[in-house]
């Protein structure tokens, strides 16, 4: 590597002449200043914190979009890498295969709800959803019933932004603008307990939007392969978050209507909501469980889709049958990857992880007590290791702020120039730290959330 001049402002201008970041207004970083957002550069990452530079720190509050889970540059899963580097690198995983393949897919059948025993490997979460789609969409064809092209998806959901991803996601922002070029899903409405009936419980919220559901698949189960969710928190749709009882009565439904179950835990899975999967807080196996994120520890992309034998079974037979899956990514089962992912699953298994997740979840929760009260906040909620501040124009009529507002920018910024990376989503404001985060550096990200509120909703 060639040595420039590396400080931010150096790396910046650098970085501002020929990439293109994601989910970014290029405009924002304009580097006249007329933007005003700063472009980071990291140099280094340690535990929960990272290191820009100029030798700046920043807590990572959001998990570095919500991969990481034991700690930045985590020597023990550096180890592992490095040794794997050494070993094998990656092979094609069509006719050949290897160990940390294998004993990855026993983890993972282990360790899930039960039912799932079979592991197709993509390498990313949206990867996996598109597999988890085309695969159920392929069982019914097997069957004979080529009719069912159509998927049921949540209002608010979110589920990746490749075509058929996004086909299934509804938050305006990722989908309006391609809306032409998708597939488009059944809606079912939310069961988001922030958009229950005043003085409705949030299980009672789920009730009526099974009801709902039910009434959708009565009226086009026989077109619909599966139901897709996000388990008890959609994500990227605001941190919205529901009642357990949502999937045990879906997973009901699904049964009755003959359509499949697509569990997407790709953000919430691997302890986020308190237990290692979301699913097991309603007692349900889904048909297919979409997983990646904090399987990959935070180090290489992975995803993993689980599904049943007997949907396993639909697709084996004679060649000549021309039943085979067909979906094939060149690094499918990297090894590098899968060892990673080995490595992270160990650290559940040597360390009382989800222990020590509920004394942390518990310690966030009673900081965020004190936001309740808040004129500008309408909702403060939490599932586990999940925490969001909805803000608010007006709170007894719930108004949000417009989201030309950019509210949540503000406490972005003031986050930067404290020590702390927050990244709301439009109006709320969440964390989700790793779980290798203190109770100290958990007072730090509220602390800074907090002037940041006041800073951003002020005017
Ligand atoms: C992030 C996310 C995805 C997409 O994963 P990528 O690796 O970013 O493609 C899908 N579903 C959910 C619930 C997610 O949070």
């Known amino acids: 590597m060639t040595i420039h001049a590396s400080g931010n402002a150096a790396l910046a201008t650098r970085d501002l002449k020929h990439l293109w970041h994601p989910c970014t207004q290029m405009h924002d970083h304009d580097i ?3 933007g005003g957002v700063p472009m980071v550069p990291i140099v280094r990452g340690e535990g929960a914190w990272l290191i820009d530079a100029d030798g700046r720190r920043y807590l990572d509050g959001i998990s570095s979009w919500w991969t990481n889970l034991f700690g ?3 020597p023990r899963i550096a180890a592992a890498l ?10 094609i995983f069509a006719g050949f295969t290897h160990e940390p393949a294998i004993e990855l897919a026993e983890e993972l059948v282990r360790i899930t709800p039960p039912g799932l025993d079979r592991v197709f490997y993509a390498d990313n979460g949206s990867a ?5 789609l085309k695969m159920s969409f392929h069982y019914w064809l097997n069957q004979g019933h080529g009719e069912k092209t159509r998927f049921i998806a949540l209002t608010g959901s979110y589920h990746g932004e490749t ?9 305006a922002l990722y989908r309006k603008t391609y809306a032409p070029l998708l597939l488009t899903p059944f809606l079912a409405p939310s069961p988001d307990a922030y958009e229950g009936e005043p003085g409705e419980s949030a299980e009672q919220t789920t009730k009526r939007r099974l009801g709902e559901l039910r009434a959708l698949l009565e009226r086009h189960a026989h077109e619909t392969c599966a139901v897709i969710v996000e388990p008890l928190v959609q994500c990227a749709g605001g941190m919205r978050m529901y009642h357990p009882a949502y999937l045990t009565g879906l997973r009901a439904l699904c049964d009755e209507f003959a359509v499949h179950f697509i569990a997407d835990e790709i953000a919430v899975g691997f302890g986020r909501t308190g237990t290692l999967f979301a699913c097991e807080q309603a007692g349900v196996s889904p048909d297919f469980m979409c997983l990646s994120k904090g399987l990959t520890g935070g180090f290489l992309p992975l995803s993993a889709v689980l599904t049943t034998s007997s949907i396993y079974e639909a697709f084996y037979a004679e060649y000549s049958a021309g039943k085979a899956f067909l979906h094939s990514h060149s690094y499918t089962g990297n090894p590098l990857a899968c060892r990673v992912a080995l490595e992270t699953l160990a650290i559940f298994r040597d360390e009382p992880v989800l222990e020590r997740n509920r004394q942390l979840a518990a310690h966030l929760s009673s900081r965020l007590e004190t936001l309740r009260d808040h004129p500008h906040v309408a909702d403060v909620r939490q599932t586990g290791m999940i925490a969001a501040i909805e803000l608010v124009a007006d709170k007894t009529g719930r108004r949000p702020f417009p989201a030309t507002d950019r509210r949540g920018l503000r406490v972005y ?3 930067l120039r404290h020590g702390a990376l927050l990244r709301p989503l439009g109006n709320v404001v969440y964390f989700m730290p790793p779980y290798i985060v203190s109770k100290a550096e958990i007072d730090l990200l509220v602390d800074v959330a907090v002037a940041g509120i ?5 005017e």
């Open 128 to 132: 996996a959803i598109e597999v988890a």
């Open 72 to 74: 930045h540059a985590n």
């Open 32 to 34: 006249t200043g007329k």
């Open 413 to 415: 910024l003031h986050g």
């Open 163 to 171: 075509l058929g991803a996004l086909s299934v996601s509804d938050v």
């Open 454 to 458: 006041e800073r951003a909703v002020a």
């Open 82 to 91: 490095a040794d794997q580097a050494q070993r094998l690198e990656h092979v």
